[in-house]
């Protein structure tokens, strides 16, 4: 069955980078995208950057310039990092399986709450 | 970017009541729409996608409908086991997807 996988730190320090791998099973990266967002404390969901099946990516502008998403296809994992985090970027990050824009996000990684505190 | 705007922010209801929540649009999204319930400490789940369609293992006491810019979800009769934030968000704008500030159901 689908699975999404999320390994990465709980504690980043201030203007330190963010990196979490999302291994992904029952599906291959080579046929489906995966998204990544975010819930900060309290508040809603945000959405941050896709990679595609071929490689490309897109990103939130807010985020374009401290974001890369990039993948192993052969390893089924998907590595998302983030630069120059601050406090307000303390949340919880999910990716997802992409389905099709008409479908929405049906398989989720567990998440992965990142406090960013020295 | 598309804006969505849910309402009310919190709601208290009981067992059995029938509950309306709305999710509306900055632009017209079609029907691109997806709602989402999350539990505490859990990922987000998805219950409808295409502003309508029921995603599968949903109970049938879960509708949406809406088109453009305005779309609800409804429970028809919220069991104890709803009570939950339920984000919308448009999938319209596919490489700038957005998401509502989210809805708190609330045990009255």
């Known amino acids: 069955q689908v699975q999404l996988k999320q390994s990465g730190p709980s504690l980043v320090q201030p203007s330190q980078s963010l990196s979490i791998t999302c291994t992904v099973s029952?599906?291959?990266?080579?046929?489906?995208?995966v998204h990544w967002v975010r819930q900060s404390p309290g508040k809603g969901l945000e959405w941050l950057g896709v990679?595609?099946?071929?490689?490309?990516?897109d990103y939130n502008a807010a985020f374009m310039s401290r974001l890369s998403i990039t993948k192993d296809n052969s390893k089924s994992q998907v590595f998302f990092k983030m630069n120059s985090l601050q406090a307000d970027d303390t949340a919880i990050y999910y990716c997802?399986?992409?389905?099709?824009?008409?479908?929405?996000?049906?398989?989720w990684g567990q998440g992965t709450l990142v406090t960013v505190s020295a | 970017n598309i804006v969505m705007t849910q309402s009310p922010k919190s709601m208290s209801m009981s067992v059995g009541e029938r509950v309306t929540l709305s999710c509306k649009a900055s632009?017209?999204?079609?029907?691109?729409v997806s709602w989402y319930q999350q539990k505490p400490e859990q990922s987000p789940k998805l219950l409808i996608y295409?502003?309508?369609n029921r995603y599968t293992g949903v109970p049938d006491r879960f509708t949406g409908s809406g088109s453009a810019t305005d779309f609800t979800l409804t429970i028809s009769s919220v069991q104890a086991e709803d009570l939950a934030d339920y984000h919308c968000?448009?999938?319209?704008?596919?490489?700038?997807?957005?998401f509502g500030a989210g809805t708190k159901l609330e045990l009255k």
């Open positions: 997802a399986k992409d389905d099709g824009n008409y479908v929405g996000f049906a398989y």
């Open positions: 029952g599906f291959s990266l080579t046929s489906y995208g």
């Open positions: 990679i595609w099946r071929g490689g490309s990516t």
């Open positions: 632009e017209n999204v079609g029907t691109y």
């Open positions: 295409g502003a309508s």
């Open positions: 968000g448009q999938s319209y704008s596919y490489r700038a997807l957005t």
